[in-house]
T-cell receptor, first 112, second 117 residues
Framework: DAKTTQPNSMESNEEEPVHLPCNHS???????IHWYRQLPSQGPEYVIH???SNVNNRMASLAIAEDRKSSTLILHRATLRDAAVYYC?????????????FGPGTSLSVIP | ETGVTQSPTHLIKTRGQQVTLRCSSQ?????VSWYQQALGQGPQFIFQ???????GRGNFPPRFSGLQFPNYSSELNVNALELDDSALYLC????????????????FGPGTRLTVL
């Protein structure tokens, strides 16, 4: 399984943009890049995913490097509710079942 | 549309006992996955059920077993509990691999916190 590398922790001030990096140098051509986050005392929740092009949704934006070896999750204006652990995950559609492999993620703290 | 629910929310057992955790999938989802999350770590994949059959398993011993029912609800059973089994157990439902093999979003429940003494 291709692996991802993320910083253990990051800090952001409230209402400022946050850029959460993820390295995935061994990504295959068919791996999708997914981001989930886990708020305190809750199960993980889906944030966004992409394959090659940058993606936007109501929660965040995903910027994918041209060589696909890295990506960045962008929260445009951090709120206190965005304090969570963010997981960058590669998902391979060629597997025989829907496999999700979590790493340790990045713990994001938001300072009021 | 109701989300994924799990019961119980907390459970305390002693070493050697057996435990059953339950999960109700989101409406319309035919795939359920179970994860174990130790404190401070990311969730670790235990196994996945698709239409009542186990179709994938992580690196967990056979004393971790499961069932998926015709209504797609699911159980996780753990026999001969060990202290290291203390963790948050998460289930996630999804449509599995969609047409063309595109991975579907997994929707997680709030988890069951198991403490083994």
């Amino acid at each position: 399984d291709a692996k991802t590398t993320q910083p253990n922790s990051m800090e952001s001030n409230e209402e400022e943009p946050v850029h959460l990096p993820c390295n995935h140098s061994t990504i295959s051509g068919t791996d999708y890049i997914h981001w989930y986050r886990q708020l305190p005392s809750q199960g993980p929740e889906y944030v966004i995913h992409g394959l090659t092009s940058n993606v936007n949704n109501r929660m965040a934006s995903l910027a994918i490097a041209e060589d696909r070896k890295s990506s960045t999750l962008i929260l445009h204006r951090a709120t206190l509710r965005d304090a969570a652990v963010y997981y960058c995950i590669l998902r391979d559609p060629k597997t025989s079942y829907d496999k999700v492999i979590f790493g340790p993620g990045t713990s994001l703290s938001v300072i009021p | 549309e109701t989300g994924v629910t799990q019961s119980p929310t907390h459970l305390i057992k002693t070493r050697g006992q057996q435990v059953t955790l339950r999960c109700s999938s989101q409406s319309g989802h035919n795939t359920v996955s179970w994860y174990q999350q130790a404190l401070g770590q990311g969730p670790q994949f235990i196994f996945q059920y698709y239409r009542e059959e186990e179709n994938g398993r992580g690196n967990f011993p056979p004393r971790f077993s499961g069932l998926q029912f015709p209504n797609y609800s699911s159980e996780l059973n753990v026999n001969a509990l060990e202290l290291d089994d203390s963790a948050l157990y998460l289930c996630a439902s999804s449509l599995g691999l969609r047409a063309g093999g595109l991975p579907d979003t997994q929707y997680f429940g709030p988890g069951t916190r198991l403490t083994v003494l």
